[in-house]
């Protein structure tokens, strides 16, 4: 048994050890099968019971899906249902029967090549994924025509799932059943939704491995830790016995933590502050409850666009967002407009290549050129707000024309959802992300115009710095402590108190420990972050004086370089509280 490590990204932190599970790849035939012109109808008949076997499986993984981890996960087989009722796939079977005389089997591979030809064919990297559906459910067609009752192997042990990819179909069946100790996959990331589903349901997950397949077999030991986006295969007993400890720590920690969620929100001198979740489907909206999380600060609401193949409509957005509102409830829920172009391109549509994405129709930009796909949008979102804790969130402001040309189009939607006679929150709060330098610069204008702010650091640090929040080789440029953006955020956030407007934090600086302090010695109540990180920073707030942070935060502002910044952090508190800061370095991957 040979011993190897492969890092990947880890998507879902924890640390697992157990036995490798490969998930079986479908091979269709590979032979060619004909059939006599006369038994025809036979095969047909054939073919038919296979889809209907495998129409009454679908129904069945989807209604229990549906019962454990909700609509959203469940919608998937869905659409594979309706792949099973596409005329053109299967006339094309039926036809390849019956005119070309195949058998089933191999009927079925030429109708699968065919597809996944055309679908190579498709250069928008999200159109042609959903080939993998069809790949899903022809294979299960393909299973389907010799039905067995050999006992399939032994599911129920406790095992590491490896597999190439998963399909989201498959991610919600297999994760759902509670003998998943651990995931790890060749491709696939942080925000990918097999990725998000680990993380909601506490299963550590390394992704991105890009060979894991080719390394193991069925039976071997793995070590999977998504902390450090590390699998070790078939690790010796020095490697395991490390791990063992490693495991035991972090699960300690996570308790740990975990038993400050339930603690109050305040420092030590009493002020309260509000722990937020960023999250992007409303399945995490449990996990963030259990962190901490005093509502969802941010939900990023392109997620939906990449769960379909077609364009959603109102009623798919609005399923979403009043699960999203019922869950929360009554919690507060922050829904952004979506934020995409740019890299993040709408799957749906061909959108001319920018030549600087980044800069380009992005975000509120995009919408307000394409008003039709906005509208769908802001109505679900107020159809969705009945519940009374729903605000909008637009993303990307950088000129005040553009918040009023948002009220125009909210007010018109608004009108007509009275005109229908359907009911929505009459005083829904409307707010901006401020994340562009120039939007931040007029904050004090902006903030008359809404009822609230979010600061979305990680683009207003990347647009103040010129620095590209994703390109390694000037990362080490990215600060959120710099004096110039410490400057920038008092001046934001005093505007917003100045004019009485609530002002959340949104983006990744929230959940850093030293930021945080930061942050809070700015003035700032409310932090919204990844929900792993809640209990973190709810310890870290609890462990200090609001006053205390005040004090570094004023003379942090007469400081030139962003490490004499740090340094005078990391001194003022330690000197003061020696252990505040203890849990947010132990782990800082987790
Ligand atoms: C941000 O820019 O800080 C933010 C929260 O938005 P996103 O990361 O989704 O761009
Ligand atoms: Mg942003």
Request: contains cysteine; aromatic residues 6%.
């Amino acid at each position: 048994m040979d011993y190897y490590r492969l890092r990947g990204t880890g998507v879902s932190p924890g640390i697992a050890i157990g036995e490798v599970r490969l998930t079986e790849k479908v091979v269709f035939s590979a032979r060619k099968e004909t059939i006599l012109a006369d038994k025809a109808s036979e095969e047909l008949e054939r073919l038919e019971a296979a889809l209907k076997r495998t129409r009454k499986q679908l129904v069945q993984i989807k209604e229990k899906i549906r019962i454990k981890l909700g609509e959203d996960h469940s919608f998937i087989f869905e659409a594979h249902l309706l792949i099973l009722k596409d005329k053109s796939l299967i006339l094309g079977l039926r036809t390849k029967i019956e005119e070309d005389l195949f058998r089933s089997e191999w009927a079925i591979t030429q109708v699968h090549n065919h597809y996944m030809t055309i679908f190579d064919s498709i250069s928008d990297d999200y159109l042609n994924q959903r080939k993998y559906d069809v790949t899903d459910v022809l294979s299960k067609v393909y299973l389907n025509l010799q039905p067995t009752d050999a006992p399939k192997r032994e599911d129920g042990t406790d095992s590491v799932l490896v597999a190439h990819d998963l399909l989201p179909s498959e991610a919600a069946s297999r994760l759902s059943r509670g003998n998943v100790l651990a995931v790890a996959l060749d491709v696939g990331g942080t925000t990918s939704h097999t990725a998000i589903l680990a993380r909601s349901l506490n299963i550590p997950a390394v992704m991105g491995l890009r060979d894991i397949t080719h390394n193991v077999k069925d039976g071997d030991t793995l070590i999977v830790d998504g902390i450090d986006g590390e699998v070790i295969i078939n690790p010796p007993l020095a490697i395991r016995r490390e791990f063992i400890g490693k495991k035991k720590k972090y699960d300690d920690y996570r308790q740990e933590l975990q038993k400050t969620a339930t603690l109050e929100a305040r420092t030590l001198d009493g002020v309260r502050f509000t722990p937020l979740a960023n999250i992007e489907l409303p399945e995490e909206v449990k996990v963030a409850q259990s962190m901490g999380a005093e509502g969802i600060g941010l939900f990023r609401s392109e997620f939906i666009y990449f769960q379909s193949a077609e364009l959603p409509g109102e009623e798919d957005h609005f399923r979403i967002y009043s699960q999203l509102a019922q869950q929360a409830a009554p919690l507060p829920v922050y829904i952004r407009t979506i934020d995409i172009g740019g890299e993040k391109a709408l799957p749906q549509m061909q959108i001319e290549k920018e030549p600087n994405p980044a800069l380009g129709l992005r975000a509120i930009r995009f919408s307000l050129r394409e008003r039709k796909i906005f509208r769908i949008q802001i109505r679900a979102i107020l159809r969705a707000s009945v519940t009374k804790n729903v605000s909008i969130l637009i993303p990307m402001i950088t000129e005040l024309e553009e918040v009023q040309e948002v009220k125009i189009l909210l007010r018109e939607a608004q009108d007509e959802l009275r005109q229908e006679g359907i009911a929505f929150d009459e005083n829904i709060p409307l707010g901006v992300m401020i994340e562009v330098p120039a939007a931040a610069a007029i904050t004090d204008k902006i903030a008359r115009e809404v009822d609230y702010l979010s600061i979305g650091t990680n683009d207003l640090i990347q647009y103040y710095l010129a620095v590209d929040r994703s390109n390694e080789l000037v990362s080490y440029l990215f600060k959120p402590l710099h004096p110039s953006v410490l400057r920038l955020l008092k001046f934001i956030i005093d505007s917003a108190r100045k004019a009485g407007k609530e002002v959340t934090v949104c983006g990744e600086m929230a959940a850093d420990p030293l930021s945080a302090i930061v942050l809070l010695g700015l003035g700032l109540k409310n932090f919204s972050m990844n929900p792993i990180f809640i209990p973190r920073i709810k310890r870290v707030l609890r462990s200090i004086e609001y006053g205390t942070a005040r004090k570094i935060v004023h003379r942090a502002l007469t400081l030139k370089t962003a490490q004499e910044i740090e340094e005078h952090i990391l001194e003022s508190v330690l000197v003061k509280h020696p252990t505040a800061l203890l849990m947010g370095g132990e782990y800082p991957s987790a």
